[in-house]
């Protein structure tokens, strides 16, 4: 009996161990806010004024909505295995999930009860093996490199508000966005190396093709992928970030191809009273006969500073241009992944405050504006977009 007893405490032991090496996490941010907004586009003297309101956004405010899932197993020798599962939720004024955003458009735009359906926004999802000496290796869909680059040095936390280089396409129209980057990439291969001396770096490649061996003169269809970034922390309250991505787009055997190659810089120092961000990026978009469409240079300064033990606000300026090859009178202004894209002055500022009511909740109020204004042939056109953000944000 005493035998009996004695294997039973051993194996409700080894139980307790072995679970004790493997953990598994729940977690998100639910951020929701009231806003408001107006994109003009002007296009040869013609102006179109689109004026938006929304008491439920839930992808403009401090940051975008999303629960996730990850987990980690102790191999030993120090190694482990990981994963990761992370949805967003697109506006929870309308339901926690979806793909349309409630003002977008006159249809959606409404105080109903129906619901949208689930999980539409997809975010990422890898799984990962990681040696303390070695390093770690992810695959799946990820953030890229230069993202990771533009969203660590962004003075707002990289919100989706009007006014900065991150700020893009969300609940409220932005006809002005010069975001430059892809935020993920679908079947990543991405290796980061360890930590040494305050460098680290990630390499990453994603691709995928389809070889149609028929005697028609079906074309191969293919997308790749590749990036990379350099991370230093050996400085004393001072991170340092180098980025390079390539992405093929609309990649068909043809001569339409066009590859986006886009590179930057970033940078911020904490001098304890503030925290200075900056961040420089070069993009440009060519066929794959070597001519180019278009080219961007964009900036942005910014800093960070408490008001109080709860209090912070943050400010930036954007600024920049781009030119297109070929560009003529009525060219888009938009930084265009499949045609021409006119020439322009890049300019804008966002400015924000956070109160901090716990480590886990804050109330924010964010506002910014950013425009597009047309040079040279492509003056008598400009995209102007003037947004604000009033919200609460929840992480678990």
Known sequence: MKKSLLAVAAMTAFAGAAQAQSSVTIYGVIDTAIGEGTDKVTTNNSTTTVKQRTTGAGKDGLASSRLGIRGTEDLGGGSSASFVWEQGLVSIGIGGAGGTQASRTAADADVGTQTTGAFLDARQVYAGVANKGFGELRLGRQATGIHNLISGNSAGYANNV???????????????????????????????????NGLQAEVQVASQSANSETTAS???????????????????NLNVDLAYSAVGLNQAAASGDITKIVMGVGANYNFGIAQAFGLYTKANQKLASGVELNSQTAWELGV???????????????????AGTGSVVGTTLAFSSTAVSGNVDISGFQLGAKYNMSKRTSLYAVGGTQARKGTGVNAVSKNETTQVALGLNHTF
């Open 162 to 196: 009007a006014g900065a280089l991150y700020s893009a396409q969300g609940s409220v129209a932005n006809s002005s966005s010069s975001r430059p980057h892809d935020v993920y990439v679908n079947r990543m291969v991405n290796y980061i190396t360890p930590t040494i």
């Open 218 to 236: 079906t074309p191969n269809t293919s997308t790749n992928y590749y990036g990379a970034r350099v991370g230093f922390k050996g400085v004393q």
């Open 304 to 322: 960070r500073a408490p008001v109080s033990k709860t209090i912070e606000m943050f400010g930036s300026f954007l600024g920049g241009s781009s």
